[in-house]
């Protein structure tokens, strides 16, 4: 299956003002999420750092909108971080997300871990992301460098054969595989990202797909796994709907696998909503209501009967 390249991706998107280098991180917020299978939760300081762009060009991606073009500078990130400490109350876990690789020098400078390890001493839990292939002794010493559990966020998107190839992402599925065990060697948790319908997959196909990639993620190990659905907005993804190659995925669809895992015995699994109003086959009677029960199915992590039966949308 072939789809789009580095350059095309590159090339099709949209013009939009992205964040220059700056002393202050994009957004800094406290989210509840579920912390194990049994529904227990906890509270996460969640902190958007502004650094720079992913060196891998994934057909699917938008989160490049939150980077900036350059080198991260050093030292940038340390005080981005100390200002959302500031700023914000302590919870038990912190997420370092960058839009991009921790682990990458482009993306955060190795001079400026240990600094980060530091402040990062008052967590039980820190989660950054990272490229599956992207294993550098860096790692292991940040890991040994922290008094709690680092949990690392890959992006597994799909095991289907044909389209993990044409996401462009430079990922084979060993690659995962290989990360996964070279984590757990070494006491690191994992957290994987799993794509709802990527392109090329009939609606039925997305559905079945996700769920595969959701038990590959959960037999290799991944404490937490993230359903994502594919959404527009990068350009190359409306590309692909204007050539017929690609359809928003239905918010049954996404209820529907949630419906599957949502009571997993071995990993916490729950539906990304950020975008859920882009979602197909959602009304204003019934849009809020859907959301509200998938909201409350991530942070409970069992099976709650729909209160949207009245709604007579298809």
């Not at 991009?100 to 871990?113: G, M, R, Y």
Request: proline fraction near 9%; charged fraction near 20%; include cysteine.
């Amino acid at each position: 299956m072939e789809l789009l390249n580095s350059q095309q991706i590159v090339a099709l998107r949209p013009t939009v003002e992205r964040p220059q280098p700056g002393t202050g991180p994009l957004d800094t917020l406290i989210e509840r999420e579920a912390s194990t299978p049994g529904g227990e939760s906890v509270d996460v300081l969640t902190v958007l750092l502004r650094g720079s762009e992913c060196p891998f060009r994934c057909l699917m991606c938008d989160l490049w909108k939150s980077t900036h073009s350059v080198p991260t500078p050093i030292g940038a990130l340390p005080a981005q971080l100390e200002s959302a400490l500031d700023q914000c109350s302590q919870a038990p876990w912190i997420k370092l997300y960058n839009a991009s690789n921790f682990f990458a020098p482009v993306n955060v400078p190795t001079a400026d871990l240990p600094r980060l390890a530091q402040l990062l001493h008052p967590f039980r839990r820190i989660i950054v992301e990272n490229h599956p292939r992207l294993l550098t002794p860096e790692i292991e010493r940040f890991s040994e460098s922290l008094p709690g559990r680092l949990e690392i966020a890959m992006g597994l998107e799909t095991i289907h054969p044909e389209v993990l190839p044409a996401l462009n992402k430079n990922m084979q599925l060993d690659d995962f595989a290989k990360a996964c065990h070279w984590l757990q060697q070494r006491q690191i948790d994992i957290r994987a990202f799993v794509l709802l319908r990527p392109p090329g997959l009939s609606e039925s196909e997305g559905v079945d797909w996700c769920s595969r990639s959701i038990d590959y993620a959960v037999d290799h190990g991944c404490r937490h796994v993230s359903i994502i659905p594919v959404r527009s907005g990068n350009g190359a993804i409306e590309e692909l709907q204007r050539r017929g190659q690609f359809q928003p995925p239905l918010a049954a669809s996404l209820e529907l696998v949630l419906e599957r895992y949502a009571s997993h015995p071995n990993a916490v699994v729950t539906a990304d909503l950020w975008d859920w109003d882009g979602l197909v086959g959602l009304c204003p009677q019934c849009r809020d209501a859907r959301k509200a029960r998938l909201g409350r199915m991530n942070m409970q992590q069992c099976v709650l009967a729909p209160d949207h039966r009245d709604c007579s949308c298809p």
